[in-house]
């Protein structure tokens, strides 16, 4: 089906998409990606540039008649989300994605799609390779391990860039231009426990929460959706006092921007608690449930035997306090906007927790568009923690986007947007990492946007683009182009 897709409307973008998705591309392993951009450029005859940490730069002139616009930055990331469901059999560092058409959308086969942001990336590759589409003098901008830290934009030097308008093409929604995001910050917690024998006459089970919907961690956190983290150790919180139970290991989430879907936990139980344990977990199933029915129909909670663990079980001083720090630790909204509507303001996902062989990790990211109340939040991460004597780190800390009203571009695509579309463009901030208030620091002044077509499920097996979407972005996109106004 990935050919089927290469061939819809606009062909050159759809192509350009289909063929960046033959790519592995997973963060921080960008180099075949990397790779790609640059012959891509090179086949043109276009310069391209490659900077220190891995961005790409490729440079197109302007259109005859174009010539007196200003310089425009376009810039989308090269990495992708890797997310996919528990029975879907995919390597992503060797496969392409496999993609097929439902109706009037893409999305991949039990696989996050990539349309974000390779749908950005699609639609600069296709203008640098038009050769009948006006538009001013380009620098198309390249970005690597947007997902895992933004690496790539933290470490774009000053200097290299010399547009002063710049279209981020990372937005999910068609009808939204964006002026703002938050900032963030990893935090964790890194926990070092005692081992000991699995009891006698101990039984051993597998606890196991799955099917939940997942999400960008940013933009889908204010849905209510179920954290498998949070969920799994609600199960855990009183079978700790009134069964013995004793943990193995644990396995929860993948990557901090992605809403925990699954979490599993090696256990053991007492044999005379095992019957009273699984009436436990059948009862809190159902009640967690029915909570979740509607955000996530999907859910599935098991409890099944499993062979009994080859090392030991932690130390229940340990355990008990981990579950109560999980339990303390803020997941979700933490502040709405007090100026927005309808803005988070501050939040945090308790995305992965680990434990095996004396060793625990969780793993967080906090994101605000306050800097100080980012700090809050990762604080109160910190001392949930802090009482089990392990390292809590703040690591890839990047800053928020501060919006412009006065913006010269958003003001020219605002009103393009209602005179092409009928309806007024929704100019608004976002909750999620956007690269622009990076790439403002070292280029302070830059006029920016965002925006992008109806990508929906970014982060989860459930992505998917909406192929009308695509064309109305790809006109507005063009039509935008021509608006750019002249040099002074």
Not at 289 to 312: F, K, M, W
Request: contains cysteine.
């Amino acid at each position: 089906m990935s050919q089927a897709v290469a061939r819809l409307e606009p062909r050159l973008l759809w192509k350009n998409f289909a063929d960046l998705n033959a790519v592995p591309r997973p963060s921080k392993k960008e180099e075949r990606v990397i790779r790609f951009i640059k012959d891509f450029g090179q086949r043109l005859g276009l310069p391209v540039t490659e900077d220190q940490v891995g961005n790409v730069i490729i440079c197109k002139p302007a259109t005859p008649g174009m010539e007196n616009r200003h310089t425009v930055v376009l810039q989308s990331h090269l990495d992708m989300v890797h997310q996919k469901n528990s029975d879907t059999q995919f390597d992503f560092d060797t496969q392409g994605i496999q993609m097929r058409i439902e109706g009037d959308i893409v999305r991949a086969n039990g696989t996050t799609l990539g349309a974000d942001n390779g749908i950005g990336v699609a639609a600069i590759m296709a203008l640098l390779e038009s050769t009948d589409i006006p538009h001013p003098a380009l620098e198309a901008l390249f970005t690597i391990d947007e997902e895992t830290g933004m690496t790539g934009a933290l470490g774009l030097q000053g200097g290299l860039l010399h547009g002063r308008i710049m279209l981020n093409l990372d937005t999910e929604d068609d009808r939204e231009l964006t002026i703002g995001c938050a900032g963030g910050v990893d935090v964790t917690a890194t926990l070092w426990y005692e081992r000991q024998p699995v009891p006698a006459n101990h039984e051993s089970m597998e606890l196991t929460v799955r099917g939940l919907s997942g999400g960008h961690s940013g933009m889908d956190i204010h849905l209510g959706l179920g954290n498998a983290n949070k969920l799994m150790n609600r199960l855990l919180f009183k079978a700790r006092e009134q069964f013995g139970v004793r943990l193995a290991t644990i396995e929860g989430g993948s990557l901090r921007n992605a809403i925990p879907r699954e979490s599993k936990v090696l256990l053991t139980v007492p044999s005379e608690q095992l019957h009273d344990f699984l009436a436990h977990i059948n009862t809190m199933s159902d009640t967690i449930r029915a909570e979740y029915r509607t955000t996530d129909p999907n859910l599935h909670i098991a409890l099944v035997p499993a062979e009994l663990p080859a090392s030991e079980v932690a130390e229940p001083h340990f355990q008990d306090h981990l579950i109560a720090a999980v339990y303390a630790c803020p997941n979700g909204i933490y502040r709405m906007s007090p100026d927005i509507p309808g803005l988070v303001q501050s939040s945090n996902n308790l995305a992965r927790i680990t434990l095996h062989e004396g060793k625990c990790q969780v793993m967080c990211l906090t994101r605000s568009s306050v800097d100080s109340e980012k700090d809050e939040v990762a604080r109160s991460i910190q001392g949930a923690f802090e009482h089990l004597e392990g390292e809590i780190t703040f690591t890839g800390a990047y800053p928020g986007w501060m919006p412009n009203p006065s913006s010269l571009i958003v003001a020219a695509m605002s009103g393009l947007y209602e005179k092409m579309f009928g309806e007024k463009a929704h100019v608004n901030a976002c909750h999620a990492g956007l690269e622009c208030g990076i790439l403002g620091r070292n280029y302070p002044g830059m006029d920016m946007v965002s925006f992008g077509p109806n990508i929906r499920g970014a982060h989860s097996p459930d992505e998917n683009v909406q192929i009308s979407s695509v064309d109305k972005f790809w006109k507005f996109f063009l039509a935008t182009l021509e608006e750019i106004p002249t040099k002074d």
